[in-house]
T-cell receptor
Framework: GDSVTQTEGPVTVSESESLIINCTYS????????LFWYVRYPGEGLQLLLK?????QKGSSRGFEATYNKETTSFHLQKASVQESDSAVYYC??????????FGKGTHLHVLP | DMKVTQMPRYLIKRMGENVLLECGQD?????MYWYRQDPGLGLQLIYI???????SEGDIPKGYRVSRKKREHFSLILDSAKTNQTSVYFC????????????FGSGTRLTVL
């Protein structure tokens, strides 16, 4: 079946440092799945951070970026300069033709002030 | 106000008891989901519902059943709960397209003793 593998956490970085959270996917039910990053801030529910539905395209939101790379089946999340308020759990996910959305295990990010 | 509401937030049950988790959404979304989240495992899809009385198994449906009699309500039922069903359960909804955003509830933490 379809699956998503992402950086195991927790990941700890200092404020203003750069960040990359790796995500790779395996899709057997669909050639080019839709790819998502969701985020859960402390005390809140999961919410969409960004999504990309076309291979080769880049999505961005709140200073985060992710590029859909079909050659390497990757969708890494990057940010040039993190802030303390970015501390959260980040989930990479893929969507298939049956509307099912498969999530990775989540990466807990701690940003030190 | 776009909202997915889950009730109850916390629930403690004894092994063998029946459990009903309720989810409501006010966005007239066609598609609704039930996930469970366990430490180290991320979100696992239990069931997906495409509309009233149109439900499909996810990746881990065993031990669960669902009911959707109105578009805005989606219930998860555990008949004779087991201790290994202790988890956090999340409900989500979406418009129903292949690349649509999922909107999540705040979760129900279920403990089965």
């Amino acid at each position: 079946g379809d699956s998503v593998t992402q950086t195991e956490g927790p990941v700890t970085v200092s404020e203003s440092e750069s960040l990359i959270i790796n995500c790779t996917y395996s899709a057997t039910s669909i050639a080019y799945p839709n790819l998502f990053w969701y985020v859960r801030y402390p005390g809140e529910g999961l919410q969409l951070l960004l999504k990309v539905i076309t291979a080769g395209q880049k999505g961005s939101s709140r200073g985060f970026e992710a590029t859909y790379n079909k050659e390497t089946t990757s969708f890494h999340l990057q940010k040039a300069s993190v802030q303390e308020s970015d501390s959260a759990v980040y989930y990479c996910a893929l969507g298939d033709l049956a509307y099912k959305v498969i999530f990775g295990k989540g990466t807990h990010l701690h940003v030190l002030p | 106000d776009m909202k997915v509401t889950q009730m109850p937030r916390y629930l403690i049950k004894r092994m063998g008891e029946n459990v009903l988790l309720e989810c409501g959404q006010d966005m007239s979304h066609e598609t609704m989901y039930w996930y469970r989240q366990d430490p180290g495992l991320g979100l696992q899809l239990i069931y997906i519902s495409y509309d009233v009385d149109s439900n499909s198994e996810g990746d881990i449906p065993k031990g669960y059943r669902v009911s959707r009699k109105k578009r805005e309500h989606f219930s998860l039922i555990l008949d004779s709960a087991k201790t290994n069903q202790t988890s956090v359960y999340f409900c989500a909804s979406s418009l129903g397209g292949v690349a649509e955003t999922l909107y999540f509830g705040s979760g129900t933490r279920l403990t089965v003793l």
